[in-house]
């Protein structure tokens, strides 16, 4: 699993730019995966299988169970008055989770060691948090909240608005620093030792990369729990 040398490696020399092809080729086999588990809801008789699972295991039955287990962590965080917010927040948890697995296969470089993608993923939860903060509370009083209070204005707000473009920075270098340190820890014991003592690690290392897929997902939620938050009220 040596990042020297990967599958993608004999068409794109550089690293970074394989870990942006497979990004996006993770991203459109999660897509795929996710059509064909939503055009079984739309079926005849989708309601009494949703409602029955199946005797056997099965794709479906599995993202069933995830499913209904992420909602649930969703709902007691965010409330279940909040549930527009799930699509997006399971989606960059399945994305983030996948990427980081990924990288477990020989040859196969994990999406989330480089930090464009992870730019692109703490972008996208920044736009997203304060989109909804603005269109929930108003411009005026999302703002307002940060310039509280309004004797204190000039000092808090320009500290208030760093702090709120500095999440970016953190929840990419959080993720990337992480799960690149994990992936070359088990590179240097698999190379140094062979397979058979590194696949304990292989078994921390999931752990990490789940762990850090849940870290990143409760943070956004967390940053969207904060923005929707009353924000006409005194600090």
Known sequence: MADHFTYLSPIIPNLEIQKLVTAIILGMVITLVAKRATTRLSTAGAIAAAIIP???ISLFGF???FVEAFVKFHDSLLGANNRRHVPFNGTI???ILSANLIGLVPGVPAATTTVWVNVGLSTLVFVYFNYWGIRTN???NYLKHMASPLMLAPFLFPLELFGLCLRVLTLNLRLYWNITADHLVLTIFTDMLGPLF????YVLGTFVCFMQAFI???LSMVYILLAIGPHDEEH
């Open 54 to 56: 199946d005797s056997r």
């Open 216 to 218: 990143f997902t409760t």
């Open 93 to 95: 948890f399945i994305f």
């Open 63 to 65: 993202l069933d169970f």
């Open 138 to 140: 108003g411009l005026f």
């Open 198 to 201: 590194p696949a304990a690690l």
